[in-house]
């Protein structure tokens, strides 16, 4: 709600962790900086470099881990240094996101822009405005979870002017038509879509939305879900 970020306290006076998983965990954690190490080696990305080579001594926490087995003051210590090598292992993933986030958030707010422009009132202009000055502001400060918080309220706030709009729906209802077959229910397909054709031809937008919802009900969840994405990225959603 602060659009703010806070250190996190971590208490370790809990029960002695168990070291063979955080092994397990250690493990992992070190494939994913292998990976890091290639993206950021592709992306010549020195800041990302310089975290990954600070992340943290792996051959350490891994003698400390093997101690802990038998030494509950020595899994904690270990499961301390895991944590500390896992944040530093995110922060140089979030490095590497930075750049294409950036590019997101802009072009984002580039489409709201001409949305906005096209058929948006004064208000939703106003509050535009603000979330590109905003925007700015974090992407100078690089607030990387605070500008992807910026970046959902830009995407709320285009889907809204988009779904006020009569044409999305009329689109979407024979986007969906096409699927008909796919649907569960054929006799209840027919019915929805002949509704739809008679709520287009009265201008009932708000019924048209309605059948739009329940002929994605009648599709299997995975075409369904697919169907929204790929209309969605057509219109700018995505």
Do not use: C
Not at 112 to 137: C, I, M, P, W, Y
Not at 182 to 205: E, S, T, Y
Request: glycine content about 8%; overall charge negative; charged content about 35%.
């Amino acid at each position: 709600m602060l659009d703010e970020e806070f250190e996190a306290v971590i208490d370790y006076n809990g029960s002695s962790p168990d070291a063979k998983l955080l092994l397990q965990e250690l493990d992992s954690e070190l494939k994913r900086q292998v990976s890091l190490r290639d993206k950021a080696g592709a992306a010549d990305d020195d800041q990302a470099n310089e975290l990954l080579d600070g992340a943290g001594d792996a051959d350490d926490i891994r003698k400390k881990l093997e101690a802990g087995k038998g030494d509950p003051v020595a899994a904690n210590q270990a499961e301390k240094l895991l944590l500390e090598f896992k944040i530093n292992l995110d922060r140089a993933e979030d490095s590497l996101k930075w750049p294409a986030l950036v590019t997101e958030v802009n072009n984002a707010l580039d489409e709201l822009d001409t949305l906005v422009d096209k058929h948006g009132n004064s208000g939703q202009r106003e509050k535009a405005d603000q979330f590109r000055e905003q925007a700015n502001v974090l992407i100078e400060q690089k607030h990387s979870e605070p500008l992807r918080k910026k970046f959902r309220q830009i995407t709320d706030l285009h889907n809204e002017i988009l779904f006020e709009q009569p044409g999305f729906w009329l689109g979407f209802f024979n986007y969906l038509v096409e699927d008909r077959a796919k649907m569960k229910d054929q006799d209840a397909a027919d019915r929805l879509i002949d509704q739809g054709r008679q709520f287009i031809n009265k201008g009932n937008v708000q019924g048209l939305r309605n059948v739009v919802s329940q002929l994605l009900g009648l599709l299997p969840s995975e075409i369904a879900e697919a169907k929204q994405r790929g209309y969605a990225g057509d219109k700018g959603l995505l």
